[in-house]
């Protein structure tokens, strides 16, 4: 009895499925958007890590790079 009155009440996963998985169309909506900005997370974070352990030998770090030297 009471499984049966849990399983009205709902879940996430019941929720989950009435707002994104219902229609096919809404569904790959959702993945394709979830990828996208979860590629850009990753990307904004591997982006920021290769800095903190690059500070010094980066191109932008030397300061008279490109500069004339004054006769």
């Known amino acids: 009895m009471e499984a049966v009155s ?3 009440g709902g879940g996430i996963f019941e929720s989950l499925y009435k707002v994104v998985m219902r229609r096919n169309s ?3 909506t ?3 958007a979830g ?3 979860g590629e850009r997370a990753v990307d ?3 982006h920021k890590l290769w800095e903190a352990n690059n ?5 932008e770090d030397i300061p008279v790079l490109g500069q004339r030297q004054s006769e």
Do not use: E
């Not at 500070?55 to 191109?59: P, T």
């Open 55 to 59: 500070v010094g030998k980066r191109y």
């Open 44 to 46: 904004y974070g591997v």
């Open 30 to 32: 959702f993945v394709i």
């Open 26 to 28: 809404v569904y790959v």
């Open 6 to 8: 849990r399983r009205r």
């Open 35 to 37: 990828a996208f900005l």
